[in-house]
DNA sequence: CCCTGGATGTGAACGGTGTTAACAAGCTAA
DNA sequence: TTAGCTTGTTAACACCGTTCACATCCAGGG
């Protein structure tokens, strides 16, 4: 807490301008982010912000960090109360408040793992997740050594082992290969449904989504111990 | 053509407008288009736009009317010239020209099936693809009969069947269910794929896109007849 | 043939945007 | 108290979408 005075007011308006950005996000889309917006609510001049950001776009980088944060601790929040010993329960509970997080924040959703406009913050986001898909999968592995496909593509099993490599992860090349198959259709499903795609066909995703988190739990054989959630709560 | 000498220079105008506009789509992302911009390429000022289109949103609904259609005939004439006695390579065909339409247009993609920031837009992408998927699923489902789950969670089954009715599709239940998810999922990795974020894991995504279509393939119950394409051509 | 009317395009203007530069005030520390 | 860094302002520049009044030009009818 060696925080001065001045640095701690500095945190503080920083924190309210980002918190500011947030509400245009949400309110208007990617594009109503404007610096004199903001301004106008923070109650500076347009100016003023570049003494806490150097342009809109860093502002804008800063925001997303912020919201990889609060992502991330929605996803831990979600698997701590479970018990370590149940990983399975623990991966399906972290799906479920990965689509909550993201159908509740569609706007952020975008902001995160859209189409990412930089090359700066598609490196965040790996960065981030990567992470977490690492703990995540080792620790399915461990548990369960479930069954994966007896052979995978030499070309495929190649790039997966040099991830393993860099991401110091210890789960064989097929199982990785099945977990990264469930990877891309969570993706899919909440991208889909976060950007309005599913609706002229489902209305509602949560049944469909449910049920390939049976498949899921099924792929890694913990399919009895697949159990419908209790009524989501959002973040 | 009955077109009068005017109209068809207006709609050559229109077209080039158009043009120019993709041109700066792809050339500085969705941010890069701007109505003044166009003008100067076109070689008019903004307000002469004004007489082709009401607005710059308009402009870009319809240009991405016509990016529809250009992906639209891609897909058809990938499917084209294969005996429609074998849909299952034709479904394959159809599935490796999306991939590569998009992978080829990344900027294109992101307007077409990335977040909707028009509830139009979204409306436009739905009607489109719905005929696409509609039509290959029947004729999948006609020829081969492939094995499904054997039950379908109520909720969703109610949400499809709602769907076939509306769509007028003839494929049962379950196996618009097993279509559905694939569909997801070929989603899921093109999308990931073009918006960079498959990059950081695999760097070519295109051992992993031709292994799910091997899956796919296989849960249709064509298993042999699967065969890796010849090098790919991009239109 | 003219010539009238609609189609096409221009210039000016309004309010908005990001960003920079010069300048004023205020807090901190010596 | 004073010097200096921090914070914020105002003015300005270049760009943006959009509207309005005005010019121009081409097509079709008298």
Redesign the pocket.
């Known amino acids: 807490m060696a925080t001065?005075?001045?640095?701690r007011?500095?945190a503080e308006?920083a924190a309210e301008i980002k918190a500011v950005a947030r509400r245009h996000l949400v309110a208007g889309g990617p594009q109503a982010?404007?610096?004199?917006?903001?301004?106008?609510d923070v109650?500076?001049?347009?100016?003023?912000?570049?003494?806490?950001?150097?342009?809109?776009?860093?502002?804008v980088n800063a925001l997303a960090d912020d919201l990889y944060d609060e992502l991330a601790a929605a996803l831990a929040r979600a698997g701590a109360p479970l018990p370590a010993a149940e990983a399975g329960a623990r991966a399906l509970a972290v799906c479920r408040a990965f689509r909550a997080w993201s159908v509740a924040h569609p706007a952020e959703f975008g902001l995160l793992l859209g189409p990412a406009d930089t090359e700066e913050r598609l490196a965040r986001a790996a960065r981030r997740f990567e992470g977490i898909f690492a703990t995540l999968s080792t620790d399915l592995w461990r548990q369960y050594r479930f069954p994966a496909p007896v052979e995978v593509d030499p070309a495929l099993a190649a790039q997966l082992d040099a991830w393993r490599q860099r991401a110091g992860s210890a789960v064989p090349t097929p199982a990785l290969r099945v977990l990264l198959g469930y990877w891309v259709r969570l993706y899919g499903l909440v991208s889909l449904e976060v950007a309005g795609h599913l609706r002229a066909v489902l209305g509602d995703a949560e049944p469909l989504f449910e049920e390939t988190l049976r498949e899921f739990a099924e792929a890694l054989g913990l399919g009895a111990a697949y159990r419908r959630p209790a009524p989501e709560r959002a973040t």
């Open positions: 001065t005075r001045r640095e007011l500095r308006t982010v404007s610096l004199r917006a903001i301004a106008r109650g500076m001049t347009a100016p003023g912000l570049y003494r806490y950001f150097p342009s809109l776009d860093e502002l």
